[in-house]
């Protein structure tokens, strides 16, 4: 059995196995770890991911692609070691997983905001992800030097590493873009925690500090706590009047957001 990717559906098979390779190695997986593999297509990060042992579940939206893996991969789902899930995984819930799991994915680029949010928002996260995305997306994300709502919004739940670009040609059919291999560890929700805040306090604060990206931050949060008061955080934690929300560390956003849900603090 054989098919062709769908362009509707975003499809791009990678056909490099040392990629495969090291995708696995680097999600770093014990004998018996649960691995939650997004969009297998035709099973070449599966087949690694299977001969180190792991225990794969993995979720499909192409039924063409759910048959050629049910056909491909019959001894190991007989043998408990796969399971392939035909949805979309948009609308799964990650409460089905059960215990502790990682996420290994090549997932579509337009999708890629929404399933990071679905994932590292939830009540039931994965430990960690190994993820191929575009590489325009991947170094935004990772990058230290200027944020964005995207990178801020990853970095508050764990540690992103850009791992290798991954050229057009290692695909079938060609993207019209290199992706990278982006390594996010650590994953937890600790940092809410640790600064007395809720998630959707600390994202309202966030979104607003980015709503104009050529104004100052002071003028884009005055709605949320009054210029007077931010300049008292500012002096406070020691930022210059004049930045802007891009030029903010992580550490940054959790101060200023601690102190305004927080007066009493300051």
Not at 214 to 234: D, M, Q
Not at 250 to 261: H, K, R, V
Request: glycine share 4%; aromatic share 10%; hydrophobic share 40%.
């Amino acid at each position: 059995m054989s098919f062709i990717a769908k362009k509707s559906l975003g499809q791009n098979f990678l056909n490099a196995p040392h990629i495969a390779d090291m995708m696995v190695k680097t999600l770093g997986i014990k004998t018996s770890d649960t691995v939650f593999e997004v969009g297998p297509g035709k099973g070449a990060l599966t087949s690694v991911l299977l001969k180190d042992k792991a225990r794969v579940i993995a979720i499909e939206k192409d039924i063409r692609s759910v048959e050629f893996l049910q056909q491909t991969f019959h001894s190991q789902i007989k043998d408990e070691n796969l399971q392939i899930i035909y949805s979309d995984v948009l609308e799964f819930n990650p409460e089905k997983i059960s215990g502790d799991y990682v996420i290994a994915a090549n997932i579509p680029y337009y999708i890629t905001g929404e399933f990071l949010r679905k994932f590292l928002e939830s009540t039931h996260q994965p430990k960690k992800m190994i993820l191929m995305l575009q590489k325009e997306v991947a170094e935004r994300i990772a990058n230290n030097k200027k944020e964005s709502i995207l990178s801020i919004s990853v970095k508050v739940y764990g540690k992103p590493s850009y791992i290798e670009t991954v050229p057009a040609h290692y695909f079938q059919p060609e993207p019209n873009v290199d992706s990278a291999v982006l390594f996010i560890d650590a994953i937890s929700k600790d940092f809410f925690t640790q600064n007395n805040l809720t998630e959707s306090h600390f994202f309202t604060i966030l979104k607003a500090g980015f709503a104009h990206k050529r104004k100052v931050l002071i003028k884009n949060l005055e709605k949320e706590a009054g210029k007077e008061f931010l300049k008292r955080i500012w002096n406070k934690i020691g930022i210059s009047p004049n930045i802007r929300a891009e030029e903010l560390t992580l550490e940054n956003w959790g101060q200023i957001t601690s102190f305004i849900a927080n007066p009493n603090l300051l």
